[in-house]
């Protein structure tokens, strides 16, 4: 699904891009281009950046 229409960017590629070390809003902007428009997409990204960390197993 997209998450961000103004630059097309799926929810799967925010995930990724999570999931690969991009912990805010700006650095999944500065890795996918999503938010970095009009901004509305944020809280979505927001949440699937703390989804995409909740998923990822922590070595201990």
């Known amino acids: ?11 799967q590629e925010v995930i990724d891009a999570a999931r690969a070390g991009a ?16 901004g509305r997409c944020r809280n979505n990204i927001r949440a699937l950046i703390a ?4 998923e990822t197993p922590t070595l201990t």
């Open 1 to 11: 699904m997209y998450v961000c229409l103004c630059t097309g960017v799926t929810s």
């Open 51 to 54: 989804a995409a960390l909740e």
């Open 23 to 38: 912990t805010t809003t700006r650095q999944i902007g500065e890795r996918t281009g999503a938010g970095t428009v009009c």
